[in-house]
């Protein structure tokens, strides 16, 4: 079954950020309540700041590879990195990323 071209997002909203975290198993524990905690901050009903410019994608966890990537949409990958930083969840790695979604049919 062919799904047609990729596109990516080009609807000219901020740009989208991936965040890399290695965690040990221990640490895996506690990443639920570390991916509620950034989701949160960056609600609306949190007022104005840095945190209030980021919003939260989602996230993925390859308990394989004890690795959490997590997808932001930012300004700024300082704007992403002052958040994760607010919400105490520690980051390896911060970087530009594109969305690519399957063509719709008939598109």
């Known amino acids: 079954m062919t799904t047609g071209p990729l596109r990516h997002n080009t609807d000219g909203l901020r740009p989208v ?16 309540g570390s991916v509620t ?4 901050l960056c609600a609306p009903s949190t007022g104005a700041g840095s ?4 919003s939260y994608l989602l996230s993925a ?8 990537f997590c997808l932001f949409q930012a300004a700024t990958a300082d704007a992403v990195r002052a958040l ?3 919400a ?18 008939g598109a």
């Open 17 to 32: 950020f991936l965040v890399e975290r290695y965690l040990s198993p221990t640490a895996a524990d506690s990443l639920p």
């Open 37 to 40: 905690r950034a989701a949160r």
């Open 51 to 54: 945190a209030s410019e980021v």
């Open 61 to 68: 966890y390859l308990a394989g590879e004890d690795t959490c």
């Open 84 to 86: 994760n930083d607010e």
């Open 88 to 105: 105490d969840f520690a980051l390896d790695r911060i970087t530009a990323a594109v969305l690519l979604y399957p063509a719709r049919p």
